[in-house]
T-cell receptor, first 115, second 115 residues
């Protein structure tokens, strides 16, 4: 079984600054996906960014980027130029490849962006 | 693309009653997932359908829980003889395609409260 650990229950950041969320995972698999999902208060969970384990290059989506360290089983999310709309719960998630479709989520990190 | 739709948004019931939730996936999405999320935690996988076939069930899905997806379209999740521990947000997600690299799109969830 895979476990995903997010050690920071809450993070606070000033608008326009950068915040980094940590995520570690435990797996014996070599082929998998990692995800960061965002869940705003009382709203749908949406995909922020995705990383394929066989790709060494870190994924980037606009102001969101990851630092994927496969050997260390670490997958952190950096939010640059934080905006008020980034306030949400952020979940790190793992999916085994190729034929496993369920996501295993961490407990989440609540990010609050201050004006 | 109208998104994943879940009904009802909130269900309050007495312990011992049966409840049924509905999920309408994004049209043409052949995969449909159910997750359960308790307060302050990440979602936990319950079950997964590919078209009308239920391909995997978590150990979390006790015999009081049953899920169906007739004709491979909408899905229902029924909980019989509800217990206090069933209080949670029940999330539905859907995805398209034959490979696990297609992202899962989540609905708003159904919040179940057991009195």
């Amino acid at each position: 079984a895979q476990t995903v650990t997010q050690s920071q229950p809450e993070m606070s950041v000033q608008e326009a600054e950068t915040v980094t969320l940590s995520c570690t995972y435990d797996t014996s698999e070599n082929n998998y996906y990692l995800f960061w999902y965002k869940q705003p208060p009382s709203r749908q969970m949406i995909l922020v960014i995705r990383q394929e384990a066989y790709k060494q290059q870190n994924a980037t989506e606009n102001r969101f980027s990851v630092n994927f360290q496969k050997a260390a089983k670490s997958f952190s999310l950096k939010i640059s130029d934080s905006q008020l709309g980034d306030t949400a719960m952020y979940f790190c998630a793992f999916m085994k490849r190729p034929n496993d479709y369920k996501l295993s989520f961490g407990a989440g990190t609540t990010v609050t962006v201050r004006a | 693309d109208t998104g994943v739709s879940q009904d009802p948004r909130h269900k309050i019931t007495k312990r011992g009653q049966n409840v049924t939730f509905r999920c309408d996936p994004i049209s043409e999405h052949n995969r449909l997932y159910w997750y359960r999320q308790t307060l302050g935690q990440g979602p936990e996988f319950l079950t997964y359908f590919q078209n009308e076939a239920q391909l995997e069930k978590s150990r979390l899905l006790s015999d009081r829980f049953s899920a169906e997806r007739p004709k491979g379209s909408f899905s229902t999740l029924e909980i019989q003889r509800t217990e206090q521990g069933d209080s949670a947000m029940y999330l539905c997600a859907s995805s398209l395609g034959e490979f696990s690299n297609q992202p899962q799109h989540f609905g708003d969830g159904t919040r179940l409260s057991i009195l």
